[in-house]
């Protein structure tokens, strides 16, 4: 059984920095694609970041050159460093993996998803 498991998430203030990450685990092979997705409630869900298996990212236009998106194959763990935080930023954020495809931002893409992590920035 495929789990992904978020954490990371917290409480900071406008222009600060968080990170998050996600534990894969019971899914034995590499995966196509992982992702961040964030979510505000009466809002759909929306693609943050991917990257493939050979390391090509995608970003939303909203977070480029602020976040970045990373994995560790060996620890079957996935980061998200945010930096310059904004209020727009509060949002559930989940992480997903992709099992057969990669280089679209599309939520309902995405095969597996952890319960997400909250993240609020106030100013």
């Known amino acids: 059984q495929v789990q992904l498991v978020e954490s990371g998430g917290g409480s900071v203030q406008v222009g600060g920095f968080l990170a998050l990450s996600c534990a894969v685990s019971?899914?034995?092979?590499?995966?196509?694609?992982m992702g961040w997705f964030r979510q505000t409630p009466g809002k759909e869900r929306e693609g943050v970041a991917i990257?493939?298996?050979?390391?090509?990212?995608t970003y939303a236009d909203s977070v480029k050159d602020r976040f970045t998106i990373s994995q560790d194959s060996v620890k079957n763990t996935l980061y998200l460093q945010m930096s310059n935080l904004k209020p727009e930023d509060t949002a559930m954020y989940y992480c997903?993996?992709?099992?057969?495809?990669?280089?679209?931002?599309?939520?309902?893409?995405?095969?597996?998803w952890g319960q997400g992590t909250q993240v609020t920035v106030s100013s």
């Open positions: 990257i493939g298996a050979d390391g090509t990212t």
């Open positions: 019971g899914y034995p092979y590499r995966p196509y694609c």
């Open positions: 997903a993996l992709d099992r057969t495809r990669c280089g679209s931002l599309v939520w309902n893409n995405f095969n597996d």
